[in-house]
């Protein structure tokens, strides 16, 4: 008897058939009678808790999608300060850059110096009890150091000049280096040519 079909009713009609049967149960006598009402019960029941189910469901979609969108909010913005971020870094490795490739054209006398293989480091000693930065296409000739901290050889805020065409520019020198280090105090090697071909957001 389970599998009767009562699709093909309408409401009005579906009601009347239950009413029918309660009729028909109280007929029949007080068993019967509580036998519907019983199975009345249970499929109301049932209703009840499979509407709650389905209630239930639906919350649970409706929180992982808001959770699904909050994340990729976050991320969107997570995102956004990392570009801002790498924005500001190489904004301030260009702008170093620029200043390197303006000196280098000044000591030489013409622009257009090549600036493939030259760099501008902060280096800091493994134990961080040293900070230096070096200018230049290498150690020695060409190079340029500022002693930030100094050592036992060399007072801080010292120069030293790998290459002496850079001497006469000693202040200029100096300060670009001291600049290099307020920038990036923790440490960085920056490839001139590679910072001056970067395009960053203004």
Known sequence: MDDLDFSEL???QLEALFRAVCAEAIRR???VAAAVRQAGFDAT???RVANE???REAERIRMEEERRVAEQAAARVRDAAATA???TIWGRKKA???RVRALYHIVAGYDGWDMKGCELQVWKSGVGSETRVFLGKGYGKGHVTLFVTGNKRQPPGS???GDRDFKPHADAVKQL???AYAAFPAGTKIDIHMALSVEVSP
Do not use: S
């Open 45 to 47: 029941e049932q209703a």
């Open 53 to 55: 189910a389905a209630e």
């Open 10 to 12: 309408n409401d009005d």
């Open 85 to 87: 971020r790498q924005d």
């Open 96 to 98: 170093l850059a620029e």
């Open 29 to 31: 006598g007080p068993a």
């Open 177 to 179: 280096l001291a600049d």
């Open 159 to 161: 120069l030293e000049f």
